[in-house]
Nanobody
């Protein structure tokens, strides 16, 4: 079992930055790919970003956040980060991290059904 806890959400103004953290416990986290998803009020959960586990540390982003968001990980701390810059009102959502052991295909990274473990979510609110 892997437990995931997100933190770092909050209320910011458009143009500001936030860094979300996803802290894992329970098992060796370095073998897990991690995805970030978000769900805005009245909308479906959508893919935001993902990071692989292996040494190449590939990252993947939704078009809506490409160039503004960056995912990274510190396996020594069992933590994955989502740096969010130039936040926009449309980024308002609950953000979730999710983890899946092993190597994923490109399509799997953006599919919420791929992931085995999920955090409880952290609220990000962006005012205009």
């Amino acid at each position: 079992q892997v437990q995931l806890v997100e933190s770092g959400g909050g209320l910011v103004q458009a143009g500001d930055s936030l860094r979300l953290s996803c802290a894992a416990s329970g098992r060796t986290f370095s073998n897990y790919a991690v995805g970030w998803f978000r769900q805005a009020p009245g909308k479906e959960r959508e893919f935001v970003a993902a990071i692989s586990w292996w040494s190449g540390l590939s990252t993947y982003y939704a078009d809506s956040v490409k160039g503004r968001f960056t995912s990274s990980r510190d396996n020594a701390k069992n933590t994955v980060y989502l740096q969010m810059n130039n936040l926009k009102p449309e980024d308002l959502a609950v953000y979730y991290c999710a983890a899946k052991e092993g190597r994923l295909t490109l399509r799997q990274y953006s599919d919420a059904g791929t992931y085995t473990y999920w955090g409880q979510g952290t609220q990000v609110t962006v005012s205009s």
